[in-house]
């Protein structure tokens, strides 16, 4: 196991940490979800950027989380990534 897989496991067995990880789970999920499709795509942000015809800046700020892409912008990379959209919703399980 990696040193930092370690250290998420550690922290994660602290109540506070982990209910403040699983509350962002969903914002993050949109991010790795659109980072995956680009390394699949096997493309930089650069390109990706090039593609939607925007900055490279926006393309890491949508893949970092610090910005909330509208369904236009989640549509727009998927077809710069040559990915298909989709969403669906899921029950919430209850601890």
Known sequence: MT???ELKKTLLERPGVRAEY???AEEFSIAEALIRARAE???TQEE???RMQTSQSYIAKLESGRVSPSM????RYAAATGSRLKISLEHATTP
């Open 22 to 24: 699983e509350a962002l």
């Open 48 to 50: 990706v950027a090039r």
């Open 3 to 5: 040193k930092l897989n």
């Open 72 to 75: 236009k912008a989640l549509q």
């Open 41 to 43: 795509a096997d493309m």
